[in-house]
């Protein structure tokens, strides 16, 4: 099946340090989501875009939706220790009928206080 | 509000065993949808609905089986487990194929011996 292109799989960095990891497609996408899992958890949704060129922050987070609506990408300011956990990127195809989503491969947070 | 609930949250099968996992949402939403969490690949779709007593497959149906008797409700069944079955397990719900953001219950790991 289809998937999304997410990089990187993972990040290790220092507290403070500002963060980006961003998801490509083949193909278009009408809506791209922005989630985090945390360990043991489901993921929660932290940002939800649906128009080219969309910018949406959500506090320290910042997403854009790429203007081809084949990629996304999601900055994470000023990283603290809570920060830690799995970034999954989400899109919906324009021609979907079923609201169905398609994840990327996660990509893995750790920051070091 | 209890959001998207999953029951259970663990549970060890032997292979051919058979089980069912509950889904339940109190969000009023038409679209539910059941995913597998593999190390490295993301989450999987494996059934849909898109509403009361409705479902369709997704990316992996196979050796699942669903039903949506109630709107509220979404089941997964395994109908004789096997060791590849073994992972995690999150249902999802959205409100509409416009609004597509799917929230997802806590997870149901799964083991099979």
């Known amino acids: 099946g289809q998937q999304l292109n997410q990089s990187p799989q993972s990040m290790f960095i220092q507290e403070g340090e500002d963060v980006s990891m961003n998801c490509t497609s083949s193909s278009i996408f009408n809506t791209w989501l922005w989630y985090k899992q945390d360990p043991g958890e489901g993921p929660v949704l932290l940002i939800a875009?649906?128009?080219?060129?969309e910018l949406t922050s959500n506090g320290r987070l910042t997403a854009q939706f790429g203007i081809t609506r084949k990629d996304s990408f999601l900055n994470i300011s000023a990283s603290i220790p809570s920060d830690v956990g799995i970034y999954f990127c989400?899109?919906?195809?324009?021609?979907?009928?079923?609201?169905?989503?398609?994840f990327g491969q996660g990509t893995t947070l750790q920051v070091k206080p | 509000n209890a959001g998207v609930t999953q029951t259970p949250k663990f549970r060890v099968l032997k292979t051919g065993q058979s089980m069912t996992l509950l889904c339940a949402q109190d969000m009023n939403h038409e679209y539910m949808y059941w995913y597998r969490q593999d190390p490295g690949m993301g989450l999987r779709l494996i059934h849909y609905s898109v509403g009361e007593g409705t479902t369709a497959k997704g990316e992996v149906p196979d050796g699942y089986n669903v039903s949506r008797l109630k709107k509220q409700n979404f089941l997964l069944g395994l109908e004789s487990a096997a060791p590849s079955q073994t992972s995690v397990y999150f249902c999802?719900?959205?409100?509409?194929?416009?609004?597509?953001?799917?929230?997802f219950g806590q997870g149901t790991r799964l083991t099979v011996v």
């Open positions: 999802a719900s959205s409100y509409s194929i416009v609004y597509t953001e799917a929230f």
């Open positions: 875009l649906y128009k080219a060129g």
């Open positions: 989400a899109g919906c195809h324009g021609s979907s009928n079923t609201g169905k989503l398609i």
